[in-house]
């Protein structure tokens, strides 16, 4: 049964003044288990990362291969990565364990069957970019450049996934925007433009990842579009995500619309607090 078919009340705000939440407050999440449909509703569970190009917060340990068990054991429908490496023959020369594919293929290996990878940022020996996991098809992507100026390279993935238990296709957008104000500001209007033109008002839709907006004023606009962030409607403000060791500020999120409901899950700690500078956000959503 789905954690949101009888818990209505879970989806109520807490009061504004509640202690900040940070997403690794609790027992890890029961599964992996299947896609769960009922009465003509699909439950999903989601997960987003930033994941440092698989090393560890402050780059001492390669640790791609435990990052894709941790992120394995949450039993995430779609999987929302940040920082994800396409190629890099520097690193490649220097780990002996550092895989021969695309990183996204590599986490998606043998649990979800379709990915898809949107490359940002390219250089001599390498580039990285922006990842979606997926256990449903895949029918339409597409990489959005939304960099403004200067050395950062950001992009938005726009992915549509078909729902057979429901006929339906979900949008879902992977999101990675700048370290300046103005940057993000100019980044959320574009994100705004590419949802009011390539995603239907009447779709369910899903925007998440690594934001950057550890003031909070990413809200007002994605509230016009009538998007809900999960962990701020249950909270009453956005999740402390960063840095993972000692979540201090709310860099990450998980926007959703068209949703029959959504709840936010708790994580544990370890061994998230080791594996990224980031923590991860979880959520499950009822279409």
């Known amino acids: 049964m789905s954690l949101l078919s009888d818990a209505p009340d879970l989806l109520e705000a807490e009061p504004p003044g509640s202690p900040a939440r940070t997403p690794l407050d609790g ?40 990052l894709r068990d941790a992120v394995r ?18 690193h490649a020369r220097r780990w002996s364990d550092y895989p021969g594919t695309l990183h996204a293929e590599f986490m998606a290996d043998e649990i979800w069957p379709q990915y898809a990878y949107g490359r940002n940022a390219v250089y001599p020996h390498g580039d ?22 200067g050395p950062e390279r950001r992009g938005l993935l726009h992915c549509a996934l078909a729902l057979p238990p429901l006929g339906r296709t979900l949008h879902v957008v992977c999101v990675h925007l700048g370290l300046r104000e103005g940057h993000r500001r100019r980044q959320i209007e574009r994100l705004l433009a590419l949802i009011a033109s390539e995603v239907p008002a009447d779709a369910p839709l899903v925007v998440a990842g ?15 579009a009538d998007l809900v962030e999960v962990h701020a409607s249950a909270h009453g403000r956005a999740a402390r995500s960063f840095p993972a060791g000692f979540p201090l500020l ?37 279409l």
């Open 27 to 66: 027992p890890a999440p029961r599964a992996p288990r299947p896609v769960a449909a009922v009465a003509g509703t699909l439950s999903l569970r989601l997960l987003t990362v930033n994941i440092h190009k698989g090393f560890s917060g402050l780059n001492r340990r390669f640790v791609l291969h435990e």
């Open 73 to 90: 054991r949450v039993g995430a429908d779609v999987v929302f990565l940040q920082e994800v490496q396409g190629s890099h023959r520097h």
């Open 128 to 149: 990285h970019g922006n990842a979606v996991l997926s256990k449903f098809p895949i029918v339409a992507q597409a990489n959005h450049d939304v960099s403004v100026q």
């Open 210 to 224: 690594d934001f950057n907006d550890w003031r909070e004023r990413a809200h007002a606009g994605l509230q016009a």
């Open 250 to 286: 709310p860099l990450d999120r998980i926007y959703v619309r068209g949703v029959l409901g959504h709840l936010p899950l708790p994580l544990p700690r370890h061994p998230w607090a080791r594996l990224s500078d980031h923590a991860p956000l979880a959520a499950e959503v009822r």
